[in-house]
């Protein structure tokens, strides 16, 4: 499934990313990812940064989900796939490494990146805009920021 330019939007505009997994034995792990990006026209990828049971977990079970969005207008997206662990002897490995080397300016080293390939999409809306359609998002933005201090 294509990542939209929506969707692209959005990953370009959040600080942070949450990628679920599971042990083998069913066990939730989430984990909060702060280097990530869209590659290629159908995949989100993540600088795996200290992230050991993310790994293990992905090697295991291939089933994530990653969301995303924008904190003051509080929208995003949901994104389900399958992951895998790109290592440096994998083809595409060094594209990626330099998306995501840009985003880190070199600060945050990583040896493996986690690929998504994404199989649904899901938006995420905060509540106020559901129990009050006629919210608009400049009166969520104030409102966050109101809520957060800015």
Known sequence: M???PEIKKY???SVLCWLAT???DNVPNVSPKEIFNYYDTDKIIVANIASPQTVRNIKE???VCVSFIDILLQKGFQIKGKARIITKVDSDFLEMEKILTEMTGGDFPFT???EITVEKTKPILAPKYVLYPE???QE???SAKKAYEI
């Open 140 to 142: 969520q933005i104030a």
């Open 61 to 63: 079970n291939k089933n």
């Open 112 to 114: 493996t990146i986690t």
């Open 2 to 4: 294509e990542l939209s």
């Open 135 to 137: 919210t608009t998002e």
């Open 11 to 13: 990953i370009n505009k």
């Open 22 to 24: 599971a042990s083998p």
